[in-house]
């Protein structure tokens, strides 16, 4: 069963960092296509990045492209959001998650299961 659980979430202040982690099981990380999303209350749910399954490839999306990076390590089966520089604008609850595809971005519309998310909260 393909499962994929976010944490690392946090409060940090402006201009802060958080490394989020996302942990698969029932497939190897490196496989399908994992993305990283974020919702905040009252708003659709966005793509925030994505790592693909063929060649690793990534994406970001504007909001957050030269600050946000993502990696994943296939001998821990998980990948990682490492955010720097955090704008009050980034606080929402992030999810991983996949479409079972291998290509970035994943679609909103695709992914069939949404795990539990972790908070990120952006204060001084």
């Known amino acids: 069963q393909v499962q994929l659980v976010a944490s690392g979430g946090g409060l940090v202040q402006p201009g802060g960092s958080l490394r989020l982690s996302c942990a698969a099981s029932?497939?190897?990380?490196?496989?399908?296509?994992i993305g990283w999303f974020r919702q905040v209350p009252g708003k659709e749910r966005e793509v925030v990045s994505c790592?693909?399954?063929?060649?690793?490839?990534?994406y970001y999306a504007d909001t957050v492209k030269g600050r946000f990076t993502v990696s994943r390590d296939n001998s821990k089966n998980t990948m990682w959001l490492q955010m720097n520089n955090l704008k009050p604008e980034d606080a929402a609850v992030y999810y991983c998650?996949?479409?079972?595809?291998?290509?970035?971005?994943?679609?909103?519309?695709?992914?069939?299961?949404w795990g539990q998310g972790t908070q990120v909260t952006v204060s001084s």
């Open positions: 790592i693909s399954g063929n060649d690793g490839s990534t």
């Open positions: 029932g497939f190897p990380v490196d496989y399908y296509a």
């Open positions: 998650a996949t479409d079972q595809g291998r290509a970035c971005p994943v679609p909103n519309y695709r992914v069939v299961r």
